[in-house]
């Protein structure tokens, strides 16, 4: 009996393998593209839609029947070949401002993909969305459950659910940019992961983040954004998305490195090999060795970054050539902005030193680190409402400098709930001359900003801040264009002893709960 089991298991496992013939099928609605891997993958695209209808990998369909998986809301109609160039498939899909390609190379149980685009199209957020088989996938990788809405009841909008007693959104699955090399959806048997090898063509810079996984019951959806309006601080760049990977594997993660560079024999529109780029490499110098650095260089074309070492040491990736903003960010705040010019075929050699500036600090609240790290929720914030049970209370009472922990200031401050926020603090006849307020923030919603009072004296009403038109704190962002509000404060205004600041929302309406006008914090100081 045993004899037969292993006979027939051997007999199905070569069957797998025999399967496995690399090339394309080609029918009247459809192309279905053999990878020819041993663990079979086969995926069929339409040949009106450009969406894929079906992902059969290792005897098991991924693909989500109801909905294709594809770019945008789908292309609706496309103009669709299929081509074989050596060991390689490529599928292009071709609009008047878009091209979407998908390319397979022959044993590789991989979906590469990249999108050109000469204008936004008008089908949706640019994104790439794989609606895959929920039984078969309900897991999302590395962040869990909080993305999962199945099941669950509207909180706010129609992307923040209720579910068994927690608040969940597709928003609390993002990872920043920089960090975001690879997540994966999963199930017992089957684990299917997106691999972003950069983002030189999206917008937003390397702290930005936007959806990346969200199983909605009837599918589980694995994401690229390419842009969105999703808190959004740059004008979406034109051009190759891409390439970015689809990676389908039995069991374990894959490597969140992989070479692509044989786009370049496959006269894909838009793309820049190697030896068309050039490099920057220099030394950073003067921030805070408490954090991270990050470099970062962007124009209207293209987007890099990458951390320095420990020493400051940095080295670019492979840039388009151009002229392009350089950016020297503590942690992510920035302290020096500069200019470089890249080259094609050479490195172009470029330091940057920068520092945040204050003066003689009274006392200072967080840390000039573009983020609300360490204050009152901030821990969860990314991956939960600000009205989930989970949070702590938003609002703590009087903040005492000195005695008062950090982690007991609230990270943001809403019109409708925990404003004005009182702080105390105790300073020498040596502190009663003139001085600076210094309210850092990293992101607004709805107009608001800081107005501060400093015991009898108000500072002005501070202009409103740009409007992204954007949900921030609410769907776990965090990030805007981080303005810096200073009050001048008279001399005789602080006196010996104890003084009171409140810090109230200013905005033109009260609006409703946590979407009230709010804002959240970065960095408090008062320095002379």
């Known amino acids: 009996m045993l004899f037969k089991h292993l006979a027939f298991a051997s007999v199905a496992l070569l069957a797998k393998q025999a399967s496995a013939a ?48 594809h770019i945008g ?8 070949t299929a081509t074989t160039i050596g060991d390689y498939i490529k599928v292009t899909c071709s609009t008047d401002t878009l091209i979407h ?4 190379h022959s044993g590789d149980p991989i979906i590469h993909m990249a999108t050109y685009t000469t204008a936004e199209p008008a089908i949706g957020e640019l994104r790439y969305i794989a609606r895959l088989n929920a039984d078969l996938l309900p897991n999302e990788e590395p962040f869990g459950v909080v993305s999962n809405i199945a099941g669950g ?49 999206s917008a937003g810079g390397p702290f930005h983040r ?28 034109q051009g ?27 006269d894909i529109k838009g793309y820049v090999a190697t030896s068309g780029r050039g490099y920057v490499k220099g030394t950073a110098s003067g921030a805070s060795s408490s954090f991270k650095w990050v470099i970062h260089w962007y124009n209207d074309a293209a987007q890099y970054w990458t951390y320095a070492s420990s ?30 010019t890249v080259t094609a075929g050479s490195t172009t050699s470029k330091s940057i030193s920068g520092s945040v500036k204050t003066g003689t600090t009274i006392f200072r609240i967080g840390d000039w680190d573009g983020q609300p790290t360490g204050f009152l929720n901030a821990a969860n914030q990314l991956r939960m409402h600000p009205s989930d049970s989970r949070m702590s209370s938003w609002t703590p009472g009087t903040y005492t400098v ?11 401050l809403f019109k409708s709930v925990n404003s004005p926020l009182t702080i105390k603090f105790t300073a020498t006849s040596s502190q009663t001359g003139a001085a600076t307020l210094r309210i850092g923030t990293t992101l607004s919603f709805a107009g608001g900003r800081p107005q501060a009072t400093i015991n009898s004296y108000t500072g002005s009403t501070p202009s409103a801040p740009t409007n992204l038109n954007s949900r921030g704190v609410t769907r776990g962002a965090y990030r805007g264009f981080g303005e810096v509000y200073d009050v001048a404060i008279p001399s005789g205004t602080i006196v010996a002893g104890t003084n009171t600041i409140t810090i109230n929302v200013v905005s033109g309406s009260s609006g409703d709960t946590y979407l009230s006008p709010n804002f959240i914090f970065d960095c408090v100081e008062l320095f002379q």
């Open 240 to 266: 190759l998305h891409g390439p970015y990977s689809m990676y389908f594997s039995r069991s374990g993660t894959p490597s969140s490195t992989l070479d692509t560079s044989f786009f370049a024999d496959l």
């Open 153 to 201: 009841t509207v909180v706010e909008g129609s992307d923040v659910y209720l579910v068994d007693g927690q608040t969940r959104s597709k928003f609390y699955s993002s990872e920043r940019f920089i960090d975001d090399k690879i997540h994966c959806v999963s199930g017992s048997a089957n684990r299917v992961c997106m691999i972003l090898n950069q983002y030189e063509t």
């Open 210 to 237: 936007d959806i990346n996984t969200n199983n909605v019951g009837s599918y589980t959806g694995l994401y690229w954004y390419m842009n969105s309006g999703h808190v959004q601080t740059e004008t979406y760049r």
């Open 73 to 80: 809301s789908g292309l609706g109609s496309a103009t669709v």
């Open 402 to 412: 000195g005695s008062s922990s950090v982690s007991s200031f609230p990270m943001a």
């Open 22 to 69: 690399f090339g394309i099928t080609t029918s009247t609605a459809s192309y279905v593209i053999d990878a020819g891997s041993s663990n079979s993958l086969k995926f069929t695209v339409s040949r009106t839609s450009c969406d894929i209808t079906s992902i059969n990998y290792y005897g098991s369909e991924l693909q989500y029947q109801s909905t294709g998986s």
């Open 101 to 104: 390609y998908y390319v397979v």
């Open 311 to 340: 020493s400051g040491s940095f080295t670019s990736p492979a840039m388009k050539p151009g002229t392009y903003t350089m950016v020297y960010y503590q942690g992510e705040y920035a302290v020096a902005t500069s200019s470089v």
